[in-house]
């Protein structure tokens, strides 16, 4: 079991970072996947990236390719997402969600298991 609660999110101009932390409770973190996902209004949930359980894979998007990193920190149960040069179309609440070992498929919502409640990126032009 693993309870997950996204931090970091905000209002922001056009062209300005920000960096996403999704802290873990429970235990054995370093034994499961995580995904970014990200939901504007009236759109449907979408992925962003994804890490595997040491780090050593990490998956993007291509709208975010170049601009988002994800990484981990499993001493401090904790998965990151810097995003660089926002644009408004970056603008949604990100979800973090985790699965034991690796999802079926990185970018489905379906293949993860547990989510955190999401945090508000907005970026105005």
């Known amino acids: 079991q693993v309870q997950l609660v996204e931090s970091g999110g905000g209002l922001v101009q056009a062209g300005d970072s920000l960096r996403l932390s999704c802290a873990a409770s429970?235990?054995?973190?370093?034994?499961?996947?995580v995904g970014w996902f990200r939901q504007a209004p009236g759109k449907e949930r979408a992925f962003v990236a994804g890490i595997g359980t040491s780090g050593g894979s990490t998956y993007y998007a291509d709208s975010v390719k170049g601009r988002f990193t994800v990484s981990r920190d499993n001493a401090k149960n904790t998965v990151y997402l810097q995003m660089i040069s926002l644009k408004p179309e970056d603008t949604a609440v990100y979800y973090c969600?985790?699965?034991?070992?690796?999802?079926?498929?990185?970018?489905?919502?379906?293949?993860?298991?547990?989510w955190g409640q999401g945090t508000q990126v907005t970026v105005s032009s």
């Open positions: 969600a985790a699965v034991k070992w690796s999802p079926r498929r990185w970018s489905t919502s379906d293949g993860y298991d547990y």
């Open positions: 429970g235990r054995f973190f370093n034994t499961y996947a």
